[in-house]
């Protein structure tokens, strides 16, 4: 069973681990809500000032410069999952740190006191 079974251990993490970021599509069902609670975790970290100076400069509302970083951040997670999947890691792997961690930093930790 040696590397066989290693193999095929290695394979079903893979596909458990994409099955996590493909699932991030599932945010594409309810858009307004998923930029909403993401809009309160960019005030909650201080990003808004910023978030408006772009919509400004864009010549956009703030709602929308929020909806493009839904879009931009959850294509990217799908599309790491995907890569992950059919075994590229090599692309997964940067795809999903560039995403993960801006998010894990905005929208995870704990803010205003929290535990």
């Known amino acids: 069973m040696g590397s ?4 095929a251990g290695r394979w079903i ?6 099955v996590i970021f493909i699932m ?4 594409f069902m ?3 809500g998923t930029t909403q609670y993401m809009t309160g975790g960019f005030s909650e970290a201080g990003l808004m000032p910023a978030v408006e100076q772009v919509s400004g400069l ?7 410069v929020m909806k493009g970083i839904f879009y931009i951040s959850t294509t ?7 890569l992950l ?3 590229m890691e ?4 940067p795809t999903l740190v560039a995403c993960m961690i801006p998010v894990t930093f905005i929208m995870h930790l704990p803010k205003n006191g929290e535990d």
């Open 4 to 7: 066989n079974g290693a193999s």
């Open 13 to 18: 993490a893979r596909v458990l681990m994409s």
């Open 24 to 27: 991030g599509a599932m945010k």
């Open 30 to 32: 309810n858009i307004d």
């Open 58 to 64: 864009l010549g956009l509302t703030s709602g929308l």
């Open 76 to 82: 990217m997670e799908v599309v790491g999952g995907i």
């Open 85 to 87: 999947l059919i075994g």
């Open 90 to 93: 090599h692309c997964a792997v």
